[in-house]
């Protein structure tokens, strides 16, 4: 496993997720070369080095290819047919599989096919016009989430439909081919971190996500969620990974609606934003699992070491500007707290930053999950770029 010349992980994707991949690689003697349009992304003062350009730039992507010995991304932008195409060319493994991924990128044939699998999913259905959506309407009753199927992230490509009203103003907000699913009144959003590995399969403990604007603004790790809710969450998520081939990390997002009743939300083929918490909280971080796994390494433990909150650091500034941050004092000294900055140079209103860990006390009494919520969101609170 260890050799004389390292591992090149050739990754499409070279934001924050490549970043940490690149921070996580690095012990295990991995090196990584990134794939993204951005000079100097996040993701290329840590990797081996970087190919400029986009992640569908077929040349590009055959560079990458001609230099990996195993490649994965960490964006679903990714072109899932050519990386098909250069994993029989250069006869180099790419995880998760490019059908998996392909079948991903797409949230109707994505629901569509964990429907077949009897997993559990909203109601949902295909829009192609208006009449659709209001037949829709007359089925599932309002709200309703109206989504783009492909290139939504953040919440973007999402509009809530409120009435039948609302329905023009939906349709003109959205482009492109569009899906409409039940508005599930979930008691809380979950997610579970799982992951393939050559012949195993790991999950990590439930987190519950806070979002605001549908953006993820808090992981709390162990979900608030009854034991046996969080045991349906792990089922479910383990019935999702064997519809799934190519081995890695994939973020399984979930909804606990009523009376516990667990549901999927979306799959995401890489590591995800409501795992980051794994860094200090996890015995094995999910970036470290995910080189562990697509290199076909053994996985590694995934007990968590305490309770863990996961707080992002979003734009709070209305226009773009570049990227100066204060108040990062204050989390750098306080007992448990770690601080994550992902490089980027410009700020715009909500981007992804950084993001802020607090875990709890290794000794005496442990503070409650609800407690680290609190402490996290204000020193998150005042980190601000204004
Ligand atoms: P991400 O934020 O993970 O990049 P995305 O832009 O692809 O995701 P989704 O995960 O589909 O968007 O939705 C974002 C958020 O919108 C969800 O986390 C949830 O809060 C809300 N949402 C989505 N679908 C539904 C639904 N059917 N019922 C209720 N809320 C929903
Ligand atoms: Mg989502």
Not at 80 to 105: F, K, W
Not at 163 to 176: I, K, N, R
Not at 337 to 365: C, D, I, N, Q
């Amino acid at each position: 496993m260890v050799t004389a010349s390292p591992p090149t992980l050739g990754v499409v994707g070279g934001g924050q997720l490549g970043r940490m991949l690149a921070e996580s690689a690095s012990p295990l003697g991995v090196e990584l070369l990134v794939l993204d349009p951005t000079p100097d992304c996040p993701a290329s003062p840590v990797a081996r080095d970087q190919i400029v350009g986009d992640f569908d730039d077929e040349d590009a992507i055959r560079k990458l290819a001609e230099r990996a010995d195993v490649l994965t991304f960490e964006i679903e932008l990714a072109d899932s047919n050519v990386l098909e195409a250069v994993e029989a060319e250069y006869d180099v493994p790419v995880h998760p599989d490019p059908g998996t991924l392909r079948m991903i990128q797409d949230k109707l044939v994505q629901k569509r096919t964990l429907k077949e699998q009897g997993i559990p999913v909203p109601d949902f259905r295909p829009v192609d016009d208006r009449d659709d959506l209001l037949s829709a309407g007359e089925e599932f009753g309002y709200p309703m989430m109206l989504k783009a199927r492909k290139g939504g992230y953040d919440g973007r490509g999402n509009v809530p439909v409120e009435s039948t009203e609302d329905v023009d103003a939906a349709l003109d907000e959205v482009s492109g081919e569009l899906m409409v699913e039940k508005f599930v009144p979930f008691e809380r959003e979950l997610s579970v971190i799982a992951v393939k590995g050559d012949d195993e399969i790991t999950t990590f403990p439930v987190g519950e996500n806070v979002h605001e604007d549908e953006i993820l603004r808090e992981t709390v790790v162990p979900a608030r969620a009854p034991e046996s809710v969080r045991e349906r969450a792990e089922e479910v998520a383990r019935d999702v990974l064997s519809v799934l081939s190519g081995r890695g990390v994939y973020g399984i997002e979930l909804f606990e609606g009523e009376n516990g009743a667990i549901s999927v939300n979306e799959i995401a083929p890489r590591p995800h934003n409501s795992g980051h918490y794994t860094i200090e909280g996890a015995l094995t971080s999910q970036f470290e699992q995910h080189v562990r796994g697509v290199l076909g390494y053994p996985l590694g433990a995934t007990d968590l070491r305490s309770p863990v909150v996961m707080s992002n650091v979003l734009g709070d500034v209305v226009d773009s500007q570049p990227a100066d941050l204060s108040g990062v004092g204050e989390v750098l000294s306080t007992h448990g707290a770690s601080f994550h900055w992902y490089g980027k140079r410009e700020v715009r209103p909500l981007r992804k930053m950084g993001h802020v860990t607090l875990v709890g006390e290794e000794s005496g009494t442990e503070p409650s999950t609800a407690d680290l919520l609190t402490d996290a969101r204000s020193l998150t609170d005042q980190l601000t770029f204004q």
